[in-house]
């Protein structure tokens, strides 16, 4: 493949013929790899590296900033750690602490420990904890009473 750079994989073919028609419309020529592999058995997805998006070599750094600013590629940020809350009973819970803002969502991170003592003592205990985040503000935090 001289003179083509590959810049981007996907699991899914449609991810990366929607990448592809992005690119084509800021006039960057694009080419995609394995689609039809992916297409036919999607679990060998992963095992070939994905769906490749190559560009010409003259376009790459230009197709990368396209893609960014598409949202197509994130920079990788380091992983925020999440902030402790103290709470009393009378705390509401179901705004953000920093903002005060209702648009919150709960993810679960997996508790290591728990998961350690599982395969010891075969005893279950919860393997996840709860982490709080802000969509508006982007704040993570944890609830200590």
Aim: hydrophobic letters at 40%; charged letters at 30%; a negative charge.
């Amino acid at each position: 493949m001289n003179g083509w750079s590959m810049i981007q994989t996907f699991t899914n073919p449609q991810d990366a013929y929607m990448a592809r028609a992005y690119l084509e419309s800021e006039a960057v020529e694009t080419m995609i790899q394995d689609e039809l592999t992916a297409q036919v058995n999607n679990f060998y997805s992963n095992a070939i590296g994905g769906v490749k998006l190559w560009v010409k070599e003259e376009d790459r750094e230009r197709g990368i900033e396209i893609l960014k600013d598409g949202g197509y590629i994130i920079p990788e940020k380091e992983k925020e750690e999440a902030d402790w809350v103290w709470v009393r009973k009378e705390t509401d819970v179901s705004h953000c602490p920093f903002c005060h803002s209702d648009n919150i969502i709960k993810l679960k991170d997996l508790n290591l420990v728990s998961v350690v003592l599982y395969f010891i003592l075969g005893v279950l205990f919860p393997l996840f904890r709860s982490t709080w985040k802000c969509c508006d503000c982007g704040k993570a935090w944890k609830y200590k009473r």
